[in-house]
């Protein structure tokens, strides 16, 4: 059976995604005071991005809310179960879970950086799924977003001094 997603699903996992991203970055900070204040700003984004995400699901038309397309080539179950089943990777994990508490703030950014970067990819393998008659333009508004936040973090691990 092939799998079937629409652009409120999609949306509804990019905040998902986004409210463990702020667990996440939460956690960090209790650890790491010295840096406890970029760290709580960082989950702050993630906040935000989450809203962003959750309104733009409400905003959707009926149009945008059908099916996506169908699997062409019969690899979409495989796909996303590759992506799922990722440890790297899975939206039904709290990324915070990775937090030790023996981690040092370079591995909580390098830890970060690869969250985001594999959240990038499974939402340009979703964005697959997405016609552009159901808003496949606020997939790759997730996208933009996503590198946004890779860009940046890798900029404040710069000014930080921490290898990467």
Partial sequence: MATKFNVSEVLE???R???TGGRFYRKAAKLHVSARDLLNEIARQE????KAFAEMRRALTPGEQGELAGDLYGDT??????????QSFDINKDPSDFITGQ???ADIFNIAIGLE??????????????????GKEKID?????????????????TELGLKA
Avoid: C, T
């Avoid at 906040?47 to 989450?50: L, P």
């Avoid at 179950?77 to 992506?83: C, G, Q």
């Avoid at 508004?141 to 691990?157: S, T, Y």
């Fill in 13 to 15: 996992m990019a905040a």
């Fill in 47 to 50: 906040d935000m991005h989450q």
């Fill in 117 to 134: 970067k594999d959240s990038i990819i499974f939402y340009l393998g979703l964005k697959q799924l997405v016609p552009p008659s159901m």
């Fill in 77 to 86: 179950d495989l796909y996303l179960k590759a992506m799922v089943e990722n």
């Fill in 141 to 157: 508004a997730i996208v933009k977003e996503e590198m946004k936040h890779v860009a940046w973090l890798n900029q404040k691990r």
């Fill in 17 to 19: 995604i986004e409210a």
């Fill in 103 to 105: 981690e040092s703030l």
